[in-house]
């Protein structure tokens, strides 16, 4: 059997609380250097991965200063 979706209509959905009700969190974390360069993808509710991050940052921001 086949489908068919329609578009809702703002008065078809449901009122939100607040801004952020309206807004869809991700638990995942990116590493970016000066450059824009990807140097790292986190869990964030991983605190295993979320340590690795911290001492990822501050290898890499010691690496940026003495390139400066």
């Not at 607040?18 to 140097?39: G, N, P």
């Not at 790292?40 to 911290?54: A, F, T």
């Amino acid at each position: 059997p086949t489908r068919s979706a329609r578009r809702a209509a703002p008065s078809d959905l449901p009122a939100a609380a607040s801004l952020e009700d309206q807004f869809v969190h991700s638990s995942k974390l990116i590493l970016v250097d000066s450059r824009r360069h990807i140097r790292g993808y986190y869990d964030g509710l991983d605190p295993k991965d979320v340590d690795r991050m911290v001492l990822e940052m501050r290898i890499l921001l010691e690496m940026e200063k003495e390139t400066q």
